[in-house]
């Protein structure tokens, strides 16, 4: 498995990271989209790519604005821009493969954005590992725990931890300014890995997207919290997926 790094130019250049297999035959390209205050180095991502290489397979991460090695800051930080981004990588990896199969594994926020997105996307089927379906709640409960009303009396917040990000209250508004990821039917595959000990994304709202939706399957891993850290996790979601994807 070879790695390369590289950006995209659009609006401000997308930092990009991608695996590619040691006989450059490519079949299939799976995009891998990380989570909030997470990078193009995910951990799971690069999982992911260890055993899809070894099946002609193409995998490549990016940064959303902000994150990472993003060369520009939180004022950057949108949902459209995120969006932007995702459909950015699709075109570029849809112009430099174009025969090849394409697929998303989103992690969390990732997860969120790939859903806004999934109407401009309808062709590629997608894996969800944990998605925030309920982002701005997730986000002030779960993420900063702090109330609506002191967020935006602190205007700002600091969160993360590579490369903090000094949160506006103004993104928290723009997530509120979204339909509702469960008011969106969604029309390609969808896989949705979640586990029943998540502290961050409640079972309960999982349960509720699932349910509001025709095309997708649900598979919880008993005992998993958010982070799928512990032994055999990972592996099992790179399992999952693989049969999902049918790679």
Do not use: W
Request: net charge negative; aromatic share 10%.
């Amino acid at each position: 498995m070879k790695t390369e790094y590289f950006s995209i130019k659009k609006q401000y250049k997308i930092r990009c990271k991608t695996f590619m297999p040691d006989d450059g035959c490519i079949d299939n390209v799976i995009i891998g989209v990380h989570g909030f205050a997470g990078d193009k180095e995910s951990s799971m991502i690069e999982k992911l790519a260890a055993t899809f290489c070894l099946s002609n397979s193409f995998v490549i991460s990016f940064d959303f604005p902000a994150h990472g090695d993003s060369p520009v800051g939180e004022e950057m930080l949108t949902v459209h821009n995120c969006i932007n981004d995702l459909c950015t990588v699709v075109e570029y990896v849809s112009n430099q493969y174009p025969s090849a199969g394409k697929s998303i594994f989103a992690t969390s926020f990732g997860g969120y954005i790939t859903l806004l997105s999934a109407r401009k996307l309808p062709d590629i089927p997608i894996v969800l590992r944990a998605p925030a379906v309920t982002m701005p709640k997730i986000l002030l409960e779960n993420v900063l725990e702090i109330s609506a009303d002191d967020f935006k009396k602190m205007n700002y917040i600091k969160c993360g931890f590579e490369r903090p990000i000094n949160l506006p209250y103004s993104f928290y508004e723009d997530l509120m300014s979204q339909e509702a990821i469960g008011n969106r039917q969604i029309l390609q595959p969808i896989l949705v890995i979640h586990g029943d000990c998540d502290d961050i994304v409640p079972p309960s709202d999982i349960d509720a997207f699932v349910e509001s939706q025709n095309r997708v399957c649900l598979k919880t891993m008993p005992g998993a919290d958010h982070r799928f850290k512990k032994e055999g996790e990972m592996q099992t979601i790179v399992n999952l997926t693989k049969a999902f994807l049918n790679i």
